[in-house]
C-alpha cells in the first residue's frame, strides 16, 4: 500500500486508521511517501508507525512529485501486489481488498479504481473538472487505445510483475502515473471498480492548471516520443492558435476598412496585416510562455524582456520565412510538375515549415533557455 502525502498533516491519522481497518484481513504493509512537507506531516506519520510495525515512511528531501513519490513507494516496497490511494480520503480505501483479490486471482494485472465505472461517482465534483476528467480519457482513448475510464485516477492496483516490465519506462512526472503503466504495457490486463469520490475535509488540493499541460505532453510523449519531442509538439499547437488569432485580426480589421500606413518604402503597409502580425506575436508570447515553456517562463519584471526578444526571434522568422519562399520561387523548383500555382503555395508551405523550426530552435534555445531562478 502506497500512499503519497504533501502537507496532508490532518489527513493522514484517520487515512492510516482507515486502511488498517480496511486491510485487516489482508496481509499488507503500508508505505507513506511524504516530499518532506512543510506541515510535518512525516512526524506525525513516523508517530504512528512507531506504534503500527505494518507502517512505513519515507521522508524525501532532494525529490519532489507525485509519481515520483509513488515510484519510490513502489521501489520500496515489498508485496505481490502494490496499490497506490490518495492521502486526503477522497478515494474509498474499503474497494481495496477486493482490488488486490482480484489481481491475486489472475482476472487482472491492473485494476483501477474509478470514478466513472459501474458503482462509482465523481461526487461534488464541478462540471468543469468532470469536462476535463472526459476529455482526458477520450484523449488517451483515442491516440493510446487505452480503454480505462479514469487514466488519471490515483487509486489503483498493480501485480508487480507488471510494475517490473513498465517501471523502466516511466516517465515520472506530474500526476499519470497511471496512464504510464498503461501506456507503456499494451498487453495489460486493465479492470475498473467504481467508488464514490469523496470531497476533502482537510487540506487542499495540488492539481493545478498546468496539470492538463502535463498531460497532454505524456500522452504526445507516449505516442510519439520516439519521433518527435512533445515541447515541440507543444510550440507548434501554439503555433497553430497563432495562425488562427493571426487571421481573426486581419479579417476584423479588413472588415472595419482602417486602410493603410505609409512607412516610405516599397509599399504602403495594411493596417490589418499589422495588426493581425501582432496580435499573433502577443498571443503566442503569452502562451508559450505559459504553457510550452512554462517551467523556464518569464516572470513579472523579466516579462518585457522575455517579449522583446520574442518578438526579434518572431521578426527573424518572418525573414527567414520569406528568404525560403522567394528561393525556391526564384529557382522554380515544381513548377514543370506541380504548375505554378500550386508550386508557391507549397514553397509557401516549406517556407512556413523552416521558419516554425529554426523559431523553435531559437526559442529553445536563447529566449526560453534554462537560467537560473529568480
Ligand atoms: N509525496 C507527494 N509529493 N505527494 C503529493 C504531491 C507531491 O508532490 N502532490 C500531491 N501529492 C499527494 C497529495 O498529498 C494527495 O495525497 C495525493 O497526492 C493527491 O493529491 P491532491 O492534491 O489531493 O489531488 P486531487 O484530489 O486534486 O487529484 C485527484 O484527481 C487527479 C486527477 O484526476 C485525485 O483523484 C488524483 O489521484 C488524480 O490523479
Ligand atoms: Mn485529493
Redo the contacts with the bound molecule.
Sequence with gaps: MI??????ADNVVPLLDGLEAALADVTHEILV???DSPDRTWEIAERYASTHPTVRVIR?FSD???SS?VMAGFEASTGSVMAVI???M??DETKLPEMVSMIQAGDADLVVGTRGAEGGSYGEWSAFRRFV?WVAATIARIFLRVSTTDP????FAVSRDAYRRAAPAVNPQG?KILLEFIGRNPGLRVREVGYE?RN?VHGE???SPS?IRSYLLAVFELRFGRQVKGQFFLYSLVGASGVVVNLVMFSMFELLGTGSIDVGFARPLRWSLIAGIAASIVSNFTLNNYFTFWERRYRRNHLVQGFALFALVSGLGVIVHVAVFQFLQDNGWGNDVLGAGAARLVHDGIGFLVALVSNYFLNVNYIWRRRPEA
Design positions: 500512499t503519497p502525502t504533501y502537507n496532508e511517501v511524504d516530499d524525501r519532489h512529485g507525485l513519490a490518495d492521502a486526503d477522497q478515494h476528467s488519471m485516477s490515483g487509486f500526476f469520490f476533502r488540493t495540488k492539481m496539470i
